[in-house]
């Protein structure tokens, strides 16, 4: 499958320039699950590149998905697909992001986990062939969608019934102009991720998403006043009063510092 042009995307990129704190996700973490599973050495020396010392730190930190249901008013989860839980185009369940799917599947069950992508279950994805595959292989749902993200409110907030509200639902995924966008325009809570693949995994990657990918991070993340600036005026959530009042990253005591990581990389 081959993504055509997100034109939902390019007229939305004017309210971004204007309000650039509409990337600010809510939540970082390295994946759904948290974990630093493989390859770290060769990832590090890739991210550290853009990222700030700040949120090197920051890498083996997972996501409490009781504290969202629990706290945040939250009542379902949205995952995006492609580097978020599968790789590029592909319609299995990455290793990577088994723990993190499980999580919320035991946290808000079955029918309040769902997928929104801008490849399955649009218009790139005739008959639904890709969607009812993907749905099979991960047990969760793929919302059907005709305006990619950050469109298709309307056809996700139709697929939650006992969602009253789009501060009720949490956006997880690695595209901070379309998933983390998609969901600070409707008050939703979000969590930005980083893609699961690089190198020959992520071959199949969309080109244009893969480089824009890379500079909406540096934007986001690097050490300058700009990114230090749009991460400052970070969106309230409805209910979420900020990591301070209310934690919703979990550390890993087991996991090695990231300092440690760039003295052995």
Excluded at 131 to 143: C, P, S, T, Y
Aim: charged fraction near 25%; include cysteine.
């Amino acid at each position: 499958m081959v993504q055509s042009i997100n034109l939902k995307a390019l007229t939305t990129l004017a309210s971004v320039v204007r309000r650039p704190y509409l990337m600010a996700p809510h939540v970082f973490v390295p994946t759904v699950s948290g974990k630093w599973l493989e390859n770290a050495g060769a990832f590090y020396s890739v991210v550290s590149l853009f990222f700030a010392s700040s949120f090197l730190s920051l890498f083996f930190l997972d996501v409490s998905y009781q504290a969202l249901r629990d706290h945040c008013g939250i009542k379902a989860v949205i995952f995006d697909k492609d580097n978020t839980l599968t790789a590029p185009y592909e319609n299995s369940l990455h290793p990577r992001a088994k723990f993190g799917l499980q999580s919320a599947l035991d946290t808000f069950g079955t029918a309040n986990v769902a997928i929104l992508s801008n490849s399955a279950g649009t218009d790139d994805d005739p008959g639904f062939i890709d969607g009812k595959e993907i749905e099979e292989a991960l047990g969760i749902a793929v919302i059907k969608h005709r305006n990619k993200k950050p469109g298709g409110l309307e056809e996700t907030m139709d697929h939650f019934p006992d969602v009253d509200d789009a501060s009720q639902l949490c956006m997880v995924g690695d595209r901070l102009l379309t998933d983390i966008v998609f969901g600070n325009l409707h008050g939703m809570l979000t969590v930005h991720v980083l893609p699961l693949c690089s190198g020959e995994e992520n071959k199949k990657d969309n080109k244009v998403a893969k480089y824009v990918r890379v500079v909406e991070n540096k934007i986001m993340y690097a050490d300058w006043w700009g990114g230090r600036k749009i991460r400052s005026y970070t969106l309230d959530h409805k209910i979420w009063k900020g990591e301070d009042e209310c934690p919703l990253v979990l550390a890993d005591e087991n996991s090695p510092s990231f300092g440690d990581l760039g003295k052995k990389y």
